[in-house]
């Protein structure tokens, strides 16, 4: 037997609906609580993973810096925290102090980004690299003659305030072009030995951890697994709106039901009468 239509809100206070509504709101807390936990998963194995690739990094080998990049370069995001070593001369006179820069929880210091002239097959080139940061500015001549220095490689960034008094607000290869000469490599160096060793260091430059790559710490498989539990959550409740629409517009009489009962109409009770009506006698002559 069909249902009658009704509006959509009679048809969500039904008692069946309501129970499938508690049934799928459980379903979907379940889907809930499951995607939490494959975020906290993620967290875990991305942390864990974050700290196997830091230490990684901390304890490859240096490759040489001119098997890797050469000046004016493009830089790509596979070089990021790559480990290289390199020889050169520092040009302190040039010396820059970088802003706005937080190591270890203070912002009030800089970052001391020194020009590493190196030489290369077409003459010489201009490495920019960070020894260190620094809680004052006043800062150690860096080392004279050649030195030799492994790092850390690092994207230059976006030109930012133009560089006055020695001091810049950003890494920028094209503002280091401006300022120094070229040609330039468009990445700086992150220093973590040098030898000679920076006389510097003696006078509290702190030395930076190695830079991290873009979408470390998290891990993306469980991230994913997350994200279904999720979507899983929401068709939950989206079947259950679907279903109180289609209880509203009522459903269909099932296949073989008889026709719901109904008053015959005129035509009917007038065949029914010519079948009953007695036929008429008819006359016979001489009666």
């Given at each position: 037997m069909a249902d009658t239509p009704t509006s959509v809100w009679r048809a969500a206070v039904r008692p069946r609906m309501l129970v499938l509504l508690v049934v799928l709101l459980a379903a979907a807390a379940v889907c809930a609580r499951l995607g939490v936990w494959q975020l906290e998963r993620?967290?875990?194995?991305?942390?864990?993973?974050?700290?196997?690739?830091?230490?990684?990094?901390v304890t490859a080998d240096p490759e040489p810096l001119a098997d890797l990049l050469a000046p004016g370069d493009t830089f790509s995001a596979d070089l990021v925290a790559?480990?290289?070593?390199?020889?050169?001369?520092?040009?302190?006179?040039?010396?820059?102090?970088?802003?706005?820069?937080?190591?270890?929880?203070?912002?009030?210091?800089?970052?001391?980004?020194?020009?590493?002239?190196?030489?290369?097959?077409?003459?010489?080139?201009?490495?920019?690299?960070?020894?260190?940061?620094?809680?004052?500015?006043?800062?150690?001549?860096?080392?004279a003659g050649d030195v030799e220095?492994?790092?850390?490689?690092?994207?230059?960034?976006?030109?930012?305030?133009?560089?006055?008094?020695?001091?810049?607000?950003?890494?920028?290869?094209a503002q280091l072009l401006a300022a120094w000469g070229g040609p330039v490599y468009t990445g700086y160096l992150v220093v973590q030995t040098s030898d000679p060793t920076d006389p510097a260091t003696a006078?509290?430059?702190?030395?930076?951890?190695?830079?991290?790559?873009?979408?470390?710490?998290?891990?993306?498989?469980?991230?994913?697994?997350?994200?279904?539990?999720?979507?899983?959550?929401?068709?939950?409740a989206g079947l259950w709106w679907r279903m109180v629409r289609d209880e509203?517009?009522?459903?269909?009489?099932?296949?073989?039901?008889?026709?719901?009962?109904?008053p015959p109409d005129d035509g009917g009770r007038q065949d029914d009468d010519r079948r009953t009506a007695p036929s008429p006698v008819e006359a016979r002559p001489g009666a």
């Open positions: 993620a967290e875990v194995r991305g942390a864990a993973s974050a700290a196997r690739e830091a230490e990684r990094i790559h480990k290289v070593v390199v020889t050169g001369t520092y040009d302190d006179d040039d010396t820059l102090l970088v802003t706005g820069r937080a190591h270890a929880g203070r912002t009030d210091g800089y970052l001391v980004l020194t020009p590493l002239r190196v030489p290369t097959d077409d003459g010489t080139a201009v490495l920019p690299v960070v020894r260190g940061w620094s809680a004052t500015p006043d800062v150690a001549p860096a080392p220095v492994v790092g850390w490689l690092q994207y230059a960034e976006e030109a930012g305030a133009p560089i006055v008094d020695g001091r810049t607000d950003a890494i920028s290869a006078g509290g430059l702190e030395g930076l951890a190695p830079p991290t790559r873009a979408g470390a710490g998290l891990n993306v498989q469980n991230l994913a697994y997350a994200a279904q539990w999720w979507i899983f959550g929401l068709f939950a509203a517009a009522g459903r269909p009489p099932l296949p073989g039901a008889a026709p719901a009962a109904g």
